[in-house]
T-cell receptor
Framework: DAMVIQNPRYQVTQFGKPVTLSCSQT?????MYWYQQKSSQAPKLLFH???????NEADTPDNFQSRRPNTSFCFLDIRSPGLGDAAMYLC?????????????FGPGTRLTVL | KQEVTQIPAALSVPEGENLVLNCSFT??????LQWFRQDPGKGLTSLLL?????REQTSGRLNASLDKSSGRSTLYIAASQPGDSATYLC???????????FGSGTKLNVKP
């Protein structure tokens, strides 16, 4: 089945130690998104790629970076994780940015910062 | 800025009851509205997407309506089942913005 895959599902890192989260998709969608979701809160968009065009949200900290080496893969890099970065990180895709386009989400990676 | 509110934050109902979840948004210039389901510790599963030109969408026991002028959407669940227990989130995409704004969700518990 076509899907959005996130690895790892659970990630533990130490305060200040760089970490990379991975997302891949078999849907061949143009758009890939990264969201941060803290407990009982709404998912918060960090950035998205439309093809190779990177779009950063204005309030996304510089500590968060992203790479999209090809259509299928997108990475979230946290350069120096703080305790406040512990959250669920959700990757999503959509075919395009039209009104008819549904977002498809991966299962998420839960990040713990010690 | 678009703000999305979901009330109530939590809801508990007995099995078999029909129920309505509410979503309101402050900017009516939206492209579409999407309802999602999230199980504990999991990602989001899309339930229904309503385009701005539509009034409602149906899938099985689910019916979502959209009233842009009043900034409201409802998700109607018929004959609720324990398997429906999850958090339901709505998200709106503002017109000409490549961004979805999410509500905090309604946590639904359907008791057997």
């Amino acid at each position: 089945d076509a899907m959005v895959i996130q690895n790892p599902r659970y990630q533990v890192t130490q305060f200040g130690k760089p970490v990379t989260l991975s997302c891949s998709q078999t849907l061949n969608h143009n758009v890939m998104y990264w969201y941060q979701q803290k407990s009982s809160q709404a998912p918060k968009l960090l950035f998205h790629y439309y093809d190779k065009d990177f779009n950063n949200e204005a309030d996304t900290p510089d500590n968060f970076q992203s790479r999209r080496p090809n259509t299928s893969f997108c990475f979230l890099d946290i350069r120096s994780p703080g305790l406040g970065d512990a959250a669920m990180y959700l990757c999503a895709t959509s075919r395009d940015l039209r009104g008819t386009d549904t977002q498809y989400f991966g299962p998420g990676t839960r990040l713990t910062v010690l | 800025k678009q703000e999305v509110t979901q009330i109530p934050a939590a809801l508990s109902v007995p099995e078999g009851e029909n129920l309505v979840l509410n979503c309101s948004f402050t900017d009516s210039a939206i492209y579409n509205l999407q309802w999602f389901r999230q199980d504990p510790g999991k990602g989001l599963t899309s339930l229904l997407l309503i385009q701005s030109s539509q009034r409602e969408q149906t899938s099985g026991r689910l019916n979502a309506s959209l009233d842009k002028s009043s900034g409201r959407s409802t998700l109607y669940i018929a004959a609720s089942q324990p398997g429906d227990s999850a958090t339901y989130l709505c998200a709106v995409r503002r017109y000409n913005f490549n961004k979805f704004y999410f509500g905090s969700g309604t946590k639904l518990n359907v008791k057997p």
